[in-house]
């Protein structure tokens, strides 16, 4: 225990033992003048009490909780023994000072409770009425002891009487001392687990409103912040202990002053805002949209204590919002542009047809016969950008299983040598920490994605040659696998790299830029994460982040793929 809380507990009986000591100084050496047949108890008396004043300042360091109680009993025994001696030599039985045992008792009840209290008043009581015995041996009475003691309980006068007055006194204030000092420590007892419990209760409330994910503030009735926690601090750019206290126009002013006039008409107009959306400027001069609740804290008599405000930062909301808003547009436009594509195709492919007779049957030459050629040529890559585009437009949903990716990226490259974009000047190869690695996936659209990649890959790289490296690295611990498609090629710039995801946008002059549109598609749906890192001059990096296999991972991927077609189907 603290000595801090020590003292507290100890309340009124330091007081009232100094003030015993203080009073028995006065009586003893100011105004008996100090008589012999007291000195060596009052010295043991002062000695005692210094003892006890060390120990109080020493104990809670040394432990020393029986030694101190021994100081204190002994402190008492010499205490009564020097009242006794005062009462004896001040008129026995008409001495004026009989009222110090009184203090005695009163400080007997603050350190021992109600038995130990009534137990000193018996040892006070046998301490007075064997003085007032010994007064009266002494004074002419008879000497024998039980002729004495007769004359003290047997007498006629009021000797008698005077004893027994003192006695049920003692008794008495011994009782009610007892009583209340025992009923004292119990509501002491009560408030002390009262008040442990209100302060865990209010350390526990602190802690969860400081750790809450949403920006949480307080202002007073005069608008001055009284409250902010961690995620305030993180979305506003302030810190609690600098603007605790201050105005919040005044704070806000600058930077939100929408933040600061809501909170004001808290106060000014008693009106709140169930969901408000506001801007503010950060401390790093960036514009961040806030969803915004306030209430209004009012006292039992309904008088206004201030203004509670809560908060969150919504740009990822904001951008997710955008992102679906996106994504229904470019899904209905998808859907529209598929007709449309699927109703050029049959024409297109009549018109080709028709076109590839008419060459073989006409005899053309000069200018009619390189016409006739760029027709068929132009049919045919017609033709196949609108085959890639239903491809991009009509990706099915995936069909999740176990797919290993070292054996998928041979059978990718077995495909890559022969194709058009392939020379022999380009090296390829893979690399990976194990031999098998299990990721989850649909095999047939993870193979259109690195495929994709790779004849991209190999188109960048030009005539001059250079290499494709597929590097796969397992990581375990986050059940993650990631793919790296690596070319030595001519790089992308960064103002392309922003749009190198937009249907038809292409830096080819054959490219019908759908390729990395199908790939982003692809990755979408399939919940892996796709990225890119490139610099002209330095060759691209496509990055593939896969989960890696387990039954339990599989069948979340599967469950998940159901739940979205069931919310899918439920919207619709």
Known sequence: MKRSERLKKLGWFIPLRLASFVILFAVVVLWMRYPSFLRLEFILYAALTLCFTLLLAFDHRLKLTNVTSSVIGLQFLFEILIEAGIIYATGNVNSPFSALFILTIVSAALAYGLVGTLLMASLVSVGYAFIIWLGLVNSGHPTLSVQALKTVFLGEDNVFYSVFLHILIFYLVAFISGYLAQKLKLQNRELAVASQALKKARLETDDILRHVSSGLLTIDAQGSLIYFNRAAERIL?????????????????????????????????????????????????????????????????????????????????????????????????????????????????????????????????????????????????????????????????????????????????????????????????????????????DDDLLKQVLLNLSVNACEAIGPDGGEVVFRVTVNRENNAVELCIRDTGGGISTEDIKRIYQPFFSTKRQGTGLGLSVVHRIC???????????????????????????????????AQDTSEESTALTTA
């Not at 002053?257 to 808290?266: I, Q, V």
């Not at 514009?287 to 006292?299: A, D, Q, R, W, Y």
């Not at 296999?549 to 599967?558: E, G, I, K, Q």
Request: with cysteine; hydrophobic share 40%.
């Open 524 to 558: 979408s749906a399939m919940r892996f994460n796709v990225s890119v890192t490139s610099a002209p001059g330095e060759g691209t990096t496509f990055h593939l982040d896969m989960p890696l296999f387990s039954p339990a991972a599989l069948s979340r991927s599967r």
């Open 237 to 441: 750019g302030y810190r609690e202990e600098d603007v605790k206290g201050m105005a919040c126009c005044e704070v806000f002013a600058e930077r939100m002053p929408e933040l600061a006039e809501s909170l004001m008409d808290g106060i000014k107009s008693n009106i709140q805002y169930p969901r408000r959306e506001i801007t503010i400027i950060n401390d790093k001069q960036v514009g961040l949209p806030l969803g915004l609740s306030t209430s209004i804290l009012t006292e039992d008599a309904h008088i206004l204590r201030g203004v509670i405000a809560i908060f969150s930062d919504l740009t990822e909301a904001k951008a997710l919002e955008a992102k679906a808003r996106t994504a229904d547009r470019l899904a209905a436009i998808g859907e529209l542009s598929a007709s449309i594509a699927h109703e050029i195709r049959n024409p297109l492919a009549s018109i080709s047809g028709s076109v590839e007779v008419l060459k073989q049957e006409l005899r053309l030459d000069g200018q009619n016969a390189k016409l006739m050629t760029l027709i068929v040529k132009e049919s045919h890559r017609l033709s196949k950008i609108l085959s890639e585009f239903l491809s991009y437009a009509r990706i099915d949903r995936p069909a999740y299983n176990k797919v290993e990716l070292c054996h998928l990226l041979s059978e990718v490259i077995d495909i890559l040598v022969h194709h058009d974009s392939y020379h022999r000047g380009i090296g390829i190869g893979i690399e990976s920490d194990e031999s098998f690695v299990y990721v989850i996936g």
